[in-house]
């Protein structure tokens, strides 16, 4: 999701709510572009050859040329036995450890990756890529579309999180890289990391699924309608063709953060961050600007938000989170979708993550043990909802070191350089 | 559970010891209520097996995870259906039956879903709980069951004729069983189901279907 949702933000909020989107502020349109970062990234980029078939989509569709921008951390090793390939969120992007090329700020897991951390980058071979339909540098409706010199918007094909899987093998082929060691990832990331575990067995050691569930549920595909309908609904959008016109549909973009953003909380978190505490006053303004810390939080997330996403962008991922379910896929049985699974997968949740609850990850191992497979499976307890996966949680920290080292002593990974 | 464990020479509970020797090398292994995972550590450690555990604790599961063993989160009485026949080469229930809500289909499922099944229980029979109940008239509380009646886990408290009389309900046969004594010692294995009954403080079964 985010890149950094630091909740201890209040403090800041100060100096950024001036730029944060007020109803009716029609003075907000920014870059006419998109950030340069998503067609000239700062990233490596995989580029298919000319000689490579074109990527079949689920849709029926096929993309003829692809790049995946993508980072690294860590050496590959002799074996290429170390490779841990990263799967990111719905807003997330490749840098997980790096400081953020548009925001300045740390990567979206450097709590997580990096020398001597639970996924440590002195053993692991560590590979991020921005997934396909991204805005970050990897094929996307912000990319040229070749057939028209112009940026795709809606003629961009819809990708599923299968597409963007078999984009991301792709990647993994031109590593050199037979298997993974582990796939791990959060949310949507988690939905990637289950599509690679059903499709590609053979090609991953270990799977570590967090937050996340194997369908898209009538809730999550509702919330995520309200903030492509309020994408839709600015008319700086202009039926997706905003970028010819050299304008972004700001608000529009904001308002679904802002409504997808509740939804990473708890009540019970932002009651404890927030309460009914003012912003920046000290009684009721009679007005509709923001009197409230958590009114004032929020647009400063829509705000911040929108000078690194696409907004077509924003559409086509939650599109293909919708369209995710591995039930269906697999005949209404899940577990058919790892029988015979060698993996060993690594399954976590969090008590109060209502968008992706346990009981979601429950039926993911309920699939993986009536197939026998061998599984883990963590219930973390912490009141920071969905987005506990991206924040400082010791506990989750200590299951994904633990599975990992576990796993590599088996696979026979040399201990950290 | 046990306030007094026994050791052996290693530092592992000799029930634990005994299952480590039931068990194949590389065998596939389901522990159901593998506590702190000692046990499963031993048999990786001893036997190298294809561990796998449930736990009904989150701490003690997460705790598990975190040291690199393969745990999920469960209960023996609601989560055993989830699992094919014939998935694990043993099935191990250890100090759990008899906390279990349904201990007849709780060890059915074992034998469904392991080859063999080992269970290892408390027994309620030893001549100290007797000794207690009689002189006494309350229920028994010693090292082995230190808990009062009404703050303890256990649900389904069994001597070991109790239990061998369950292998032959559930249709299996025991392949082999052992009773220790309140020191942890083996007895003698040539001796009665009347011996070890009175004397074994607890009993380790090796059980297939027939």
Same mark, same amino acid.
């Given at each position: 999701m985010p890149i950094q949702r630091d909740l201890k933000i209040p403090d800041r909020i100060q100096h950024t709510v001036a730029t944060a989107p007020e109803?009716?502020?029609? !003075?907000?349109?920014?870059?006419? #572009?998109?950030? &340069?970062e998503a067609r000239a990234p700062s990233s490596a980029v995989f580029q298919t050859k000319s000689t490579d078939p074109p990527l079949a989509l689920v849709s029926g569709e096929a993309l003829p040329a692809i790049e995946i921008a993508y980072q690294t951390y860590g050496e590959l090793n002799d074996a290429r036995t170390n490779a841990i390939l990263i799967c990111h969120a719905?807003?997330?992007?490749?840098?997980? !450890?790096?400081?953020?090329?548009? #925001?300045?700020? &740390?990567?979206?897991?450097t709590t997580m990756i990096?020398?001597?951390?639970?996924?440590?980058t002195d053993r692991f071979f560590v590979i991020c890529p921005n997934i396909l339909?991204?805005?970050?540098?990897?094929?996307?409706?912000?990319?040229?579309n070749p057939a028209t010199g112009?940026?795709?918007?809606?003629?961009f094909p819809i990708v599923t999180i299968s597409d963007m899987v078999n984009a991301q093998v792709r990647l993994i082929d031109a590593l050199g890289?037979?298997?993974?060691f582990a796939v791990v990832g959060g949310s949507m990331g988690g939905m990637q990391v289950l599509d690679w575990a059903a499709r590609y067995s053979d090609r991953v050691y270990a799977a570590v699924p967090i937050a996340t569930a194997a369908w898209h549920s009538s809730q999550n595909i509702a919330f995520h309608e309200v903030g492509r309908q309020a994408v839709m609904a600015d008319p700086d959008w202009s039926e997706g063709r905003y970028l010819d016109r050299g304008v972004i549909p700001r608000r529009g973009l904001a308002v679904a953060r802002m409504a997808a953003h509740i939804t990473y909380l708890s009540e019970e978190a932002l009651q404890r961050k927030f309460g009914r505490s003012f912003q920046d006053r000290?009684?009721?303004?009679?007005?509709?600007?923001?009197?409230?810390q958590v009114e004032s939080y929020l647009r400063h997330q829509g705000s911040s938000f929108v000078d690194r996403f696409d907004a077509n962008s924003y559409l086509y991922i939650t599109r293909a989170m919708d369209y995710f379910d591995l039930f269906e896929e697999y005949g209404g049985v899940l577990s058919n979708a790892f029988v015979g699974t060698r993996t060993r997968f690594c399954v976590v949740s969090f008590?109060?993550?209502?968008?992706?609850?346990t009981r979601e990850s429950k039926e993911i191992v309920r699939a993986l043990n009536a197939v026998a497979a061998n599984v883990s499976f963590v219930e973390i307890d912490s009141d920071?909802?969905?987005?506990a996966f991206l924040l400082e949680e010791p506990e989750l920290f200590a299951t994904v070191r633990g599975f990992l080292d576990s796993g590599a002593r088996r696979r026979g990974i040399a201990e950290r350089a | 559970m046990l306030k007094r464990t026994n050791l052996?020479?290693?530092?592992?509970r000799a029930d634990h010891v005994l299952i480590a020797e039931m068990v194949d090398s590389g065998a596939r292994v389901l522990d159901v209520?593998?506590?702190?995972?000692a046990l499963l550590q031993l048999l990786e450690d001893r036997r190298n097996v294809d561990g796998r555990g449930i736990e009904i604790s989150r701490e003690r599961v997460n705790a598990c995870v975190a040291q690199g063993l393969s745990v999920i989160q469960g209960d023996a009485d609601s989560d055993l259906d989830d699992f094919p026949d014939n998935a694990f080469d043993y099935a191990v229930l250890s100090l759990t039956i008899q906390a279990t809500r349904q201990p007849k289909p709780v060890l059915e499922n074992l034998l469904r879903i392991g080859r063999r099944a080992i269970v290892s229980f408390p027994n309620f029979g030893h001549w100290e709980i007797r000794w207690q109940l009689l002189t006494g008239g309350r229920m028994p509380v010693t090292?082995?069951?230190?808990?009062a009646w009404y703050a303890s886990p256990n649900a389904h408290l069994c001597t070991i004729a109790d239990f061998d009389a369950l292998v032959t309900a559930v249709g299996a046969q025991t392949v082999s069983a052992v009773a220790f004594n309140s020191s942890g010692q083996r007895l003698?294995?040539?001796?009665?189901i009347r011996f070890q009954n009175l004397f074994g403080e607890k009993a380790v079964f090796l059980l297939e279907r027939k």
């Open positions: 109803p009716g502020d029609r !003075a907000s349109s920014g870059g006419a #572009t998109p950030h &340069p719905l807003t997330g992007d490749q840098h997980a !450890a790096n400081v953020h090329p548009v #925001t300045g700020k &740390p990567g979206w897991w990096g020398p001597g951390k639970p996924i440590d339909g991204g805005c970050l540098g990897s094929t996307g409706p912000a990319s040229i112009t940026a795709y918007g809606l003629d890289i037979d298997q993974l000290e009684a009721l303004s009679f007005s509709f600007s923001a009197d409230f008590t109060s993550d209502w968008l992706y609850p920071k909802g969905h987005d | 052996g020479a290693t530092g592992n209520g593998c506590g702190d995972g090292a082995n069951l230190p808990d003698p294995i040539n001796r009665s």
